[in-house]
């Protein structure tokens, strides 16, 4: 038995041996025995989710939304960073909920204006000029850094949580990666008076088909909100569960030149020759939760992940006609993105960002 052993920070890596290590009149094994590469960065997405934006009152029926909030775009819309399972994604939610909430209370503050707006100003959001919103937010019972907050249950569903303030000043709007990954039809959360999340659809008289909204006319729910909202507010669950959704068939592919069989993949009306020694798919984090004085989710995460680490593997190949001296080894990442309602394939280079990767290949004779 031979072994070679391949560790390089590219994810396209050429193979160049000093001698030999293969007969090329003879049949051999190849079995890959071990693999250990970095942790892909993020195994959802690096997309824009939901944009929060100012809730107004047209009139006692009807509610819409604007952009008047006293911060930069890119501050009131989110998009999550190298996420890599449900605590990330969570914890990212929160810190720029709590960012945003204590940011507008020191950059100007929220406008009033009661043709447009259903509530005054609420005491908690009433400016604070010259305060510094990381430290010097006067906040008691931190009603203003908890006035929107995204919330968990413990099938993986993540929700929105509006207390009294936010119900009568932010409406959240999903855009459709949101509406993806949350699992929502509506492009709109918010509360109507019976406490519901849902927006109104939109319909033509004359032919019943879908007009989409014009700026500044659309309807967030059917009904305004009532003057008294309790302070607990209101909480809205999404569908998704999201310990399933956060790894949504990605794989670790390793494709090689080296002459092995190819296999033939079929994928909806699509079919491809691959020459690939192997295919992952990505582990999963094994998310807990705790019960005491409140609810703890636990996930443990790795900065390595290994897919093989003996001879007992299914990967194992007959190779023949190659000296196995010069070839090529190739690291990609197959996933499926949505486009216009069908799953498509993607594949991309596995991105190494710096790191090593280890791919250690068994040679047996036959």
């Known amino acids: 038995m031979k072994r070679v052993k391949i560790t390089s920070k590219s994810a396209s890596t050429h193979i160049n041996l000093t001698y030999p290590q293969l007969d090329a009149n003879k049949r051999y094994t190849l079995t890959v025995e071990k693999l250990s590469v970095p942790v892909l960065n993020s195994l959802v997405m690096n997309q824009t989710l939901f944009t929060v934006e100012r809730r107004l009152a047209a009139n006692v029926t009807t509610d819409k939304t604007n952009l008047d909030l006293p911060v930069p775009l890119a501050k009131r819309t989110f998009t999550p960073s190298n996420v890599r399972n449900v605590g990330h ?120 088909a879908y007009v989409p909204p014009a700026p500044q006319s659309v309807t967030v729910s059917p009904a305004a909100l009532p003057l008294q909202i309790s ?24 494709m090689t030149s ?63 006609g190659t000296e196995l001296q010069n070839f090529n080894v190739y690291l990609r990442v197959r996933s499926y993105e949505k486009k216009a309602g069908v799953y498509t394939q993607i594949e991309k280079d596995y991105p190494i960002d710096g790191s090593y990767y280890m791919l250690q290949l068994a040679l047996f004779p036959i």
């Open 89 to 208: 994604l969570l914890y990212q939610m929160n810190m720029f909920l709590r960012e945003l909430m204590l940011r507008i209370v020191s950059n100007g503050g929220l406008n009033y204006n009661a043709a447009i707006h259903q509530y005054v100003i609420p005491p908690n959001f009433i400016v604070q000029p010259g305060q510094d919103w990381y430290y010097e937010i006067v906040d008691p019972g931190e009603f203003i850094a908890t006035a929107l907050s995204a919330t968990f249950r413990t099938d993986g569903r993540i929700g929105f949580h509006f207390r009294e303030d936010a119900c009568k000043l932010f409406v959240i709007r999903l855009t459709e990666a949101g509406k993806r990954v949350f699992g929502s039809e509506e492009t709109f959360i918010a509360p109507n008076a019976a406490g519901q999340f849902h927006q109104t659809e939109f319909y033509s008289n004359e032919d019943n």
């Open 231 to 254: 302070e607990s507010g209101y909480v809205d669950v999404l569908d998704n569960s999201l310990f399933s959704h956060m790894q949504y068939r990605h794989e670790l592919v390793v």
């Open 258 to 320: 080296l002459s092995i069989n190819n296999t033939i993949e079929c994928d909806q009306d699509t079919s491809f020759y691959r020459r690939q020694l192997a295919s992952y798919r990505f582990p999963t984090s094994n998310p807990s939760v705790n019960y005491g004085a409140t609810r703890k989710l636990m996930e443990v995460t790795e900065t390595l992940t290994t897919f093989e680490h003996d001879i007992s593997t299914h990967n194992r190949f007959v190779l023949t």
